[in-house]
């Protein structure tokens, strides 16, 4: 196909947490919302919403902690901004259930309706459409997209943990396959725990007894999964690999470990903390020790969307990545959360309300144990680290643990430990996750 002239380009607006963009269509803004507005404007209250308009190309992105601008528009001397509560639309939908809502829901942005009052009011006065006012070039300004899912599986783990038999989104039984190429208990005990509690058929594939990647490549391995199953649970390597997987996979991948991250993990602990503690913004969670392993990542950057202040406290060779850093960063300008990487471990504990740690010898550094011993001196969670946090600060630990090492077994086994709590809710937040899943799939 030619065209007369090049199309302009589609616009788009980046996704806190994601390389991937989110594309406009059009912008409805919504006038009288609510009903007090509705008669604050001299109407009679409640009455169906009042729409207007504004093209995709008005949008100026202003990126995560950045300053936006915009030139002044002509033909006015009257120009008005108002802050608003930006819905990205993540699924299409007609007669919507109230109760449904929120599963067409993306994410959320903070953007600003720019008005040519004068303009606007002298259209309203002739009972003209209000393009003139509204819709002009540079009139909505918007920052990053902060996408929903997290914050609405942790509310959907809690029910899910109140009423485990509630959900049956596998219900015939579907089929959902674990694929295990690291050796696993907690992991294949809550899929599989899961699968079945939502009515479904787990089947649990081992590395050993499958070609993917030998003699059959991951895309083509996705292509045959996805006419027989209804979802995929990859506990794996590289990242790489499960993102060939979901990028030939017309169901549902899970990554439920890779190098990078441990996303499954986090949602547990994030949901063990609000437990705990109530909510989650505004808390802050301190992880100490080895910081160059899937688990810091996954705490920087699900902690930071959860609006919390996470510190790290790590020596200089076990410190995270420093584009994992500015990512979380990114985001926790957005949420109203922080991000600080300290090389003490009493820096990144102090005052903190979570206390967190992992392994120092994950799978594969076997051969390295001695060499990350000497390394981690000094950063045992013990009664005294711990006690520079706050008097009610939680610990958390992924497990498996190694008491004497990473953390001591007064702190682990103490009153302030709720690892219990934590492992059990790896199969809440999974099964919450998988439901999340199936309906936007569907």
Not at 162 to 187: C, M, N, Q
Not at 351 to 373: F, H, L, N, P, Y
Not at 393 to 402: E, N, S
Request: proline letters at 6%.
């Amino acid at each position: 196909m030619s065209f007369v002239f090049s199309p302009s380009p589609t616009v788009s607006i980046p996704v806190l947490g994601s390389p991937a963009r989110y594309p406009v269509h059009r912008i409805y803004c919504v006038g009288r919302n609510y009903e007090e507005h509705a008669k604050e404007m001299g109407f009679t209250g409640r009455e169906p919403p009042f729409f207007f308009l504004k093209p995709a190309d008005a949008i100026v992105v202003v990126d995560a902690g950045q300053t936006g601008s915009m030139p002044y528009p002509s033909q006015t001397k009257n120009l008005h901004h108002e802050i608003e509560l930006v819905v990205a639309i993540g699924k299409g939908g007609k007669n919507i259930k109230a109760a449904d809502a929120a599963q067409h829901i993306y994410g959320y942005a903070v953007g600003l309706d720019m008005t040519r009052r004068d303009l606007q009011n002298e259209m309203k006065k002739q009972g003209r459409p209000w393009c003139i006012g509204k819709a002009f070039d540079h009139s909505a300004p918007i920052g990053p997209i902060t996408p929903a899912e997290q914050a609405a599986i942790l509310e959907l783990a809690a029910e899910v943990k109140a009423s485990p038999y509630k959900f049956r989104p596998f219900e015939g039984p579907k089929t959902v396959a674990l694929i295990f190429d690291k050796t696993s208990t907690r992991t294949r005990v809550s899929f599989t725990v899961g699968v079945a509690d939502l009515g479904g058929n787990p089947m649990v594939i081992d590395s050993a007894s499958s070609q993917m990647g030998g003699k059959e490549s991951v895309a083509d391995t996705a292509r045959v999964l996805e006419r027989q199953v209804a979802a995929i649970v990859w506990r794996t390597y590289s990242q790489a690999g499960l993102d060939e997987m979901a990028a030939n996979s017309s169901v549902p991948v899970i990554n439920s470990l890779s190098d990078d991250y441990h996303p499954c993990q986090i949602l547990a602990d994030l949901l063990t903390i609000k437990e705990h503690k109530g909510s989650l913004a505004g808390l802050t969670i301190a992880y100490v020790g080895d910081a160059a392993n899937n688990m810091a990542n996954s705490y920087l950057i699900g902690c930071a969307l959860a609006g919390m202040h996470v510190r790290i406290g790590a020596p200089a060779a076990y410190a995270p990545a420093a584009h994992i850093v500015r990512r979380a960063e990114d985001i926790a300008k957005e949420t109203g959360g922080s991000i600080e990487v300290y090389g003490t471990p009493e820096e990144a504990v102090l005052g903190a309300d979570v206390v967190t740690t992992d392994t120092w010898i994950s799978m594969g550094q076997e051969a390295e144990k001695q060499q990350r011993i000497d390394a981690f001196a000094g950063y045992t969670i013990d009664s005294e680290l711990m006690g520079k946090a706050k008097s009610d600060a939680i610990f958390l630990h992924c497990l498996p643990a190694y008491r004497g090492f990473e953390v001591s077994a007064e702190v682990i086994d103490g009153p302030q430990s709720v690892i219990w709590d934590e492992a059990e809710n790896r199969l809440h937040a999974q099964k919450a996750l998988m439901i999340w899943l199936a309906k936007h799939a569907a």
